[in-house]
Each structure stands twice: as C-alpha cells, then as structure tokens.
C-alpha cells in the first residue's frame, strides 16, 4: 500500500476535513546576474545549477543595488544562495584587486540564525558553495559552545562570521573592538529565519540589529540587511519596523517562481469517541450533538505509525516538549503493538536537550538511523534534512509561517510529499478546518513585535552606550524624538552625561550588556535528576511556575519525572513510577487597566487599547490520566502572586444593551466568559501568537469601567504587540471568532468553541448561547466603530 494510501486507510469518512492537492509547477528561471564573479555562475552549474529562479535573480539585483532585502518565499525556494551569491562575488571582486597586504581589507559578511544548530547546517551548505566556486572566503561559525582558538582565527582571519543575536551582542558587540576587522569591512547583514522574531525576542533583536549598524558605522562601513523568511503578511512593512526605516527603503521579493513537486495534505479530527455504547448508536449526552473526539497528539501518533510502517521518513510536530515526549512515546507503542522494526528508531527531539543530543538526532534522521521525530518547531527552521516523506501535525503551529515551513518539510528531494493536520478541539484549528481557503491562502495574520517596549529599550539603551558613547544623532536609532530617555537613564544612575555624550556607568561595576534579556524569558531554571545528578533540560523562569511547580509531572524522552522542589535555580525531579498521569496548572487572575492609548466609541459600548496591569497566582493543578484523558482532581498549590505590566484590549457593552439582546443577569457572566475564550482563541488567526502568549479576563462588571468588559491582554512585560494587532482587527477578529461558534456541532460548549485549557476558573461559568448573543451585538455595534481617539 502507497504511503497516502495507508495515511487515509485509518481514517473514518467523518474524520476527513478535507484533502488537497497541490500539482507540481514548473519554475520561472533567469540566466544568472552579468555583475556577479563569472567563478559563482560556473561553479554553482558544476552542482547543477546553471540558471537562478526569477525571485532569486530579484533579490540579487536589489542586495546589488545595496537595498535593504526581504526574501519571503515558500521553503526549499533558494532564499540562501539570493544571500549568498552576491557576498561571495563581492569577496571574488575585491580580492582581484587587493594586493596580499591589503587581503584584510576585503568585505566581510555577518549571518545570523536563531538558533546554533541552523548556524552550524548553514555553514555546511556554505561550505559546498566555496569549494565549487573557488571562492577565496573564510567561513566561521562561532557561538558559546566555540573553543578559544577558533574565535581567535574567526576575529583575524573570517570573511564570514556565522552566528546567533545572543553570541553577537555578547561578543561581537559588547567586545566590538577585537572584531574591528569584521566591523570595518561589514557590507551585508544575513537574518535568516525571520518570521521567529517575535514578540519580546523580536523587539530585543530587532535593537540588537539596530546597534550593529550603528557600530559597523563607526568603522566605517554601511551593511545592509537581507532577510530570509517563510511567507508573510505584508514582509516590507514588518522588516522597516524592524529597523526603524521608512518603508520605501525596503525591497520586498515574495513572489515564488521555484518549481515544486506535488503534494498533499489532508486535514482531518479526531476519531469519535462514544459516550455511551448502544449497539452502532452513539447516543447525545451532556447537550452534544456528536461524541468528544481522540486527543490530536494520540490520533497524529497513530498516524505515523501508519506511514512509518508503509516506509515513511516522518517528522510529528507537536505545540510543546511535553507533547512532542508524549508522541514519540505512543508511536513507539503502536509500532511494537505491529510488532514493527521500525519501533526503536523513534526519538523525540526539541528545546532543552543538549547540544550533543540534538545534533546526534539530527544526524540519524540524515542517514535512515532514525526513522521519526517527534518533535516542537525546532526542526521547523532551515536545518538540512531533506527527503522526508511525511509531515503530520499535532494541532495547527500557530502561525502561517510555521504550518508552510513544516509542511514544506515534506517532498524536498523531488518526490512527493504528503502533510496531515490533525485539527485539535480548539476554535482556531476547527476554524481553519472549515475554512481550508484561509489555510491554504495569503497569511493575514502579522508578524508583532514592539522594538519600543519600555521593558526592553532602557537596558538595550545602557548596551549602546556602553559600545560607544551615544549622541543626540543616535536618539533615532531607538525610535526616540529627543534625548530625554537617555537623560531619565541618567537620573536613575545608569548613564552618566559628558558633554553631548552619554555612557554607561562604569562605575556600577556590572555589564550593561547582561541587563538585555535576547529571549526574552528571563533566567533559566535548571531541571535535575535527584537519583543521578545528571542534567534532564532547561525551562524559563516565566513558565517555571506552571510547569515545573512541585508535583508536576515533566516528560523526558518519554519517561515520566515528577517535580520534588522548585526555587529561582533549579527543579529537583525524580522518576515517577506510579500510574500515567499528566497534571496542568491553574491560575487566577486580575487585571486593572493603567492607561488608554486609543478608544473607539461604538453606540453602546467602546473598544479600547492601552496599558494594563496582571495580577496571577497559580493556585493549584489538574491530574489526569494520560491514556485516556480522564480528569481525576484539583490539588491547591501556593505559588507567589506574579504581577505583569503589559498592554491589552478590551470591549465593554452596557447593562441595557446586554438586556436588549437577552443576556439576562444569570446568563451574562457565562457569556462573557465563552466569548473571551473564543476569541483568545482566534487571535493567532490575526497575530504571530498562540493562545499561551495572550491572556484574557471577563466580568459583568469592572470596577474601571463600570460595565461588562472583555480585556484581552499579552502575557509578556511590557506588551508583545498581540493585543494591539486585536485592536487593529477587531472586525475580522470578531467577525471569525462568532463564525466558529455559529458553525461548532455542539449546545453547550465544548473545546472547539468555548472552552479553554488554560482557563484558572474550570471552565465555569460558560454559555455558549449568551456567547453567540454577545457577539452578534458586538458586531453589530463595531459596523458604527467611531475614529480611535487617543
């Protein structure tokens, strides 16, 4: 049986969502540029390829030109030779010219991936390009893990440094002048991967980039940016706020004309799971018009399986390490239920493991050692493992950007590749279910990030400093229209004023540069084995709380651990021998609004962004157990109270117009609640986010507003740019979030609708009724939306 073949064999006929097919396209190609070396187009047809497609020729004439470049085009498209090409020529042509003693005077070229292990697969595939084409540039790739002889030859030797935003502003920055060689011949700055930078990261690194050219200025050089990254909404505008220019100043190339083999996808649900077994009958339980549905990770997990048996290469993506642990644990046991040689040639693979540990999957899945990986969205970057078979998703990724990237994984080495999305109960990934044009379409949803977060500018403010002195001239680099920030810096002992310069105080006694926090996650907390000492992984200071408080359950390679002590360093864990269980965190939460940005009167209510403060505790945790879900109890915990400045929005309807559509007293709070969980539900749809990046709070009355109020806020300090991007589309936004609930089979309310996994109040109160009454007045109100006033 064919591969496609097996996948749809164990599906029933109402699992099936929908099947697409996407025939194979002939490429649109281009002899290559007559500017560039005459050593790059004959070197690269000795690897095959003697013409360039026409968006790769676009992107070489605009880096030519010295542009600011985004590639946007869909994976496998050639982003990196658009890069590449025109560096390596640019080093052919200038080493002609130099004599041997001016040999380190020639350009010099600075790439930076999110991740090392994209830096180190990059470096092999640059590697190829140089030997073919004879090219006389030194390639380094240099990260914390490099040992001290390396660095030293990439400082004096390296044309083209290969790296990560956290070892450039470590090293490279905060020790610019050993690197002075690099800096001084800078023509191009390579981001590749950019659809990640997002949220906190994106604002930190989008400063970081800012602070480059502000030093490679200094030594005289003027790079300009390329940016490699997956299909978007709208790249131009994404990449000028990225680096504080006007938008003309940015060539834009995302149009693909690259040739792509067929594939295709199925989208599919869970398998129905009766409630009640009468005979063939499923009988309606509970308000249900169909039975619950398999988890996405168990049905995806079986999935595999089938294509693994059938002789797929297989990657699983699941949204979480727990989840990817999870999968590679239940493939494993439906491949020894088959009595499959295939069962010990499943791994799982995702952040937090070591170095050494990744690299060697990755390894096995290049060679065949390695069958599948269960894995998060590390594998979804341009890591070279190419001829996989299928990709099956555990759930929508979140994003257009990650669905195409992983999806893309398939079908690389010219055959055809197939895709699953296992659509979990969830609004958005039902939605988008039902509405495969959306899925399938231009992504709408835009990248968000705001490089003028308070909480990340003042400490990447002190980093500039401490680089070089700033001046008033240096304001524009942070978005400031005066210096008075730098001055504010100055009253609260940071910087020090000398003239018309400001610097960082030294006297201090610490590194500006340690006060940015590139991840924007804050400390990590360390995750150790009590029986042997030995090192299990990492978790951020933020989500320690949730994920690794005392007896919480952390997945490891399939094996089960439970949480013995938590502090601000490390969680001490054990293995957990007992029965499967899993446990989930549960929170309470206020948020009291700080400051309206912007207002948008409606007839009966108003619509609303600015500055919020979160108030949360994590107050406990679910147990179930992990085979079948089952819920079995709420144990209290007593977790700090966590405060979170950050920016939010936020609808309020008045009593009398709530009345007027039917949401009486008793039904009005389980309203507001259903809509809120819906729409935090939908936002990803509109934002580069996940419900986990946002949060949200109801109540049939707010203390400020003095009405019913629906506030949805950004779960990072300071403000991610979700909530604002909710702002900006509240029509669409609202308008898809009560098309889901109009079209979900169900009465009362259920996952794929009004219920939400994260919610700290049990799901309760709910209606999904009130919901559906609440939002078509909304929308009705919103059709009359006065001007946002400030």
Not at 257 to 274: D, E, F, K, M, V
Not at 595 to 604: F, I, N
Request: net charge negative; with cysteine; proline share 5%.
């Amino acid at each position: 049986m064919s591969i496609w073949g097996a996948i749809l064999d164990g599906f029933t006929a109402d699992q099936v969502a929908g099947t697409h097919v996407s025939p194979a396209r002939a490429g649109v190609s281009e002899p290559w540029p007559e500017w560039l070396h005459p050593s790059i187009a004959e070197g690269m047809s000795s690897l095959g390829i003697s013409r360039v497609w026409e968006h790769q020729a676009e992107g070489m004439e605009a880096i030519h030109q010295r542009r600011h470049t985004v590639i946007a085009t869909g994976t496998g498209s050639g982003k990196s030779l658009v890069a590449w090409a025109p560096i390596l020529s640019a080093i052919a042509d200038a080493s002609e010219s130099l004599s041997l003693a001016d040999i380190h005077r020639r350009p010099t070229a600075l790439y930076l991936a999110p991740t090392k292990a994209l830096a180190a697969d990059q470096l092999d595939s640059l590697a190829r390009m140089i030997t073919a084409t004879r090219s006389p540039a030194q390639p380094a790739t240099v990260d914390g893990d490099a040992p001290g002889e390396l660095r030293r030859w990439a400082r004096s030797h390296a044309d083209l440094i290969l790296t990560n935003p956290d070892f450039a502003h470590f090293s490279l920055m905060a020790g610019h002048s050993r690197w002075s060689r690099m800096w001084s011949g800078l023509t191009a700055i390579v981001i590749d991967e950019f659809h990640t930078y997002r949220g906190m990261t994106g604002a930190q690194v989008a400063l970081v980039v800012r602070r480059m050219l502000r030093i490679a200025r200094h030594y005289g050089s003027d790079p300009i940016v390329i940016f490699l990254s997956a299909t978007a909404a709208d790249p131009g505008a994404t990449v000028a706020r990225f680096l504080g220019v006007d938008r003309e100043l940015v060539a834009v190339v995302d149009t693909d004309h690259s040739a792509q083999t067929s594939s295709r996808l199925l989208i599919a649900r869970g398998r129905p799971i009766p409630t009640i077994d009468s005979g063939d009958e499923v009988l309606v339980v509970d308000g249900q018009r169909e039975p619950p549905r398999r988890s996405a990770i168990r049905e995806a997990s079986e999935v595999a399986a089938r294509a693994i048996e059938a002789g797929a290469s297989t990657l699983i993506f699941s949204r979480s390490r727990a989840g990817a642990e999870t999968v590679s644990q239940l493939v494993q046991d439906a491949l020894r239920q088959r009595f499959s040689p295939f069962a010990d040639r499943v791994a799982a693979y995702r952040g937090g493991y070591l170095p050494e540990e990744r690299r060697e999957l990755e390894a096995g899945l290049r060679d065949g050692t390695i069958r599948a990986l269960a894995t998060t969205n590390a594998l979804e970057l341009g890591i070279d493992i190419s001829g996989l078979d299928a990709v099956v998703m555990s759930g929508w990724p979140g994003t257009h950007a990650s669905f195409r990237q992983q999806l893309g994984r398939a079908g690389r080495s010219g055959r055809e590749g197939i895709g699953v999305l296992i659509a979990r109960d969830d609004p958005l990934d039902q939605y988008l279910a039902e509405n495969a044009d959306t899925l399938l379409g231009q992504p709408i949803e835009a990248q968000v990030f705001d490089p003028g977060n308070p909480y990340v500018i003042s400490a990447q403010v002190c980093a500039a400093a401490s680089e070089l002195p700033l001046t008033a001239a240096d304001a524009a680099v942070f978005g400031f229209e005066s210096t008075e920030h730098f001055d504010e810096l100055v009253e609260a002992g940071l910087l020090t004023r000398r003239g018309g310069t400001w610097r960082w105080n030294v006297a201090l006694g610490v590194s500006a540069h340690d006060m940015v926090d590139i991840r924007g996650g804050g400390a990590e907390i360390s995750i150790i084995d009590v029986t042997t000492g030995a090192l299990l992984g990492t978790v951020s200071a933020g989500q320690a709380d949730r994920q690794v408080h005392p007896n919480a359950i952390y997945i490891h390679q399939g094996e089960p651990f439970i949480v013995l002590s938590l502090d601000d360093e490390r969680a001490v864990v054990e293995p957990f021998r007992e029965e499967e269980i899993r446990t989930f965190a549960v929170a309470d939460s206020a948020v009291e609004i700080i400051e309206t940005y912007e207002e948008r009167q409606m007839p009966h209510g108003i619509l609303a962004f600015g500055d919020v403060l979160v108030a949360s505790r994590v107050t406990g945790y679910d147990t179930r157990r992990s085979r079948d879900g089952l819920y079995l109890g709420r144990m209290p915990l007593e977790m700090p109270l966590r405060q979170l400045p950050t920016q939010g929005c936020w609808w309020t309807l008045s009593e009398r117009r709530c009345a007027d559509v039917g949401l009486t007293p008793d039904i009005l709070p389980g309203a507001l609640h259903g809509l809120e969980h819906a729409a935090i539900g939908l936002l990803p749809l509109f934002a580069t986010c996940d419900r986990w990046d946002i949060g949200g709070l109801s109540t049939a009355m707010h203390a400020q507003t003095a009405s019913p109020t629906i506030i949805i806020h950004d779960a990072i300090p300071g403000g991610s740019g979700c909530a604002e991007r909710g702002f900006r589309a509240a029509e669409s936004w609202l308008g898809a979030t009560v098309s889901r609930l109009e079209s979900c089979h169900c009465r009362e309310g259920c996952p794929s609708c009004i219920q939400s996994p994260k919610c700290g109040n049990g799901n309760s109160p709910l209606s999904k009724i009130g919901a559906l009454l609440l939002g078509r007045a909304l929308i009705e109100d919103m059709a009359h939306l006065g001007p946002a006033s400030a």
